[in-house]
């Protein structure tokens, strides 16, 4: 029998674990997809997906987490689970004051308003730093898909002269310059997750934003609507209610 516990997000390229141990101390991993992990997995406490969702006995639909249980105000149908999550998550260990923007660099960078009240205010959506790259990759001829997440010769050049530098020195600053413009517009708190945000986090910081770097804000959350906790309402409801 295990002793320990899971709770699992499935995203559009990557899986993210959260994983209790007997002594009750949560850790968490992201990783590619492995739905052979499933058969061996410990007991899933709750599971969400935005990404495609494997047939497996382990994902029941009664431990699914919706957009019913988190208590994100005016949410609207279409919102991606993980993007509710960060959004809560962040305005619940801000302090509840004040509206906020979360930046989720994943797959699709997602910028997502958090009102002063705790409710969804809107956002933008760009793809990601990989996709971007991947995207010049195959629409060109001489174009070779860098490694989105190692540091390149011409990172640290204005205007690098390899090809690869000048793929990810462009997207980087599309991304940064895609953020500060929402921030110029309502200038706000930035909470920062996702695989990419150790490559934009220090050029957001050379632009002067306030951030918040919470690799684990996701998960970190999931994890607080699951586990034992003061305010259990959002738990009277369905998990999967749309």
């Not at 690799?215 to 959002?234: K, W």
Request: glycine residues 12%; hydrophobic residues 40%.
């Amino acid at each position: 029998m295990h002793s320990e516990q899971r709770c699992l997000l499935i995203g559009n390229s990557r899986w993210h674990w959260a994983q209790r141990s007997g002594r009750g101390a949560w850790s968490y991993s992201h990783g590619q997809p492995q739905p052979s992990a499933l058969a061996d997995s410990p007991p899933l406490c709750a599971w969400a997906a935005v990404g495609p969702v494997p047939d497996h006995a382990v994902l029941s639909s009664d431990r699914r987490l919706g957009l019913g249980a988190i208590p994100l105000r005016d949410v609207p149908p279409w919102l991606g689970v993980d993007r509710a999550l960060a959004g809560w998550g962040a305005w619940i260990e801000s302090g509840r004051v004040g509206s906020l923007m979360v930046v989720d660099a994943g797959t699709v960078l997602s910028l997502t308003r958090i009102s002063g009240d705790g409710g969804f205010d809107g956002g933008w959506l760009a793809a990601g730093l990989g996709l971007q790259l991947k995207a010049m990759a195959e629409g060109t001829q001489a174009l070779k898909i860098p490694n989105a997440q190692e540091p390149s010769p011409g990172d640290g050049i204005p205007f690098p002269r390899d090809s690869c530098g000048a793929m990810r020195r462009g997207v980087i600053e599309s991304l940064v310059g895609l953020i500060v413009r929402a921030q110029n517009r309502d200038p706000s708190p930035v909470w920062l997750c996702g695989g990419d945000a150790p490559v934009l986090e220090p050029v957001l910081l050379n632009e002067g934003l306030e951030v918040t770097h919470a690799p684990d804000l996701v998960m970190q959350t999931l994890v607080r609507l699951v586990s034992p906790a003061p305010d259990r309402s959002a738990l009277d409801r369905p998990w999967n209610r749309p």
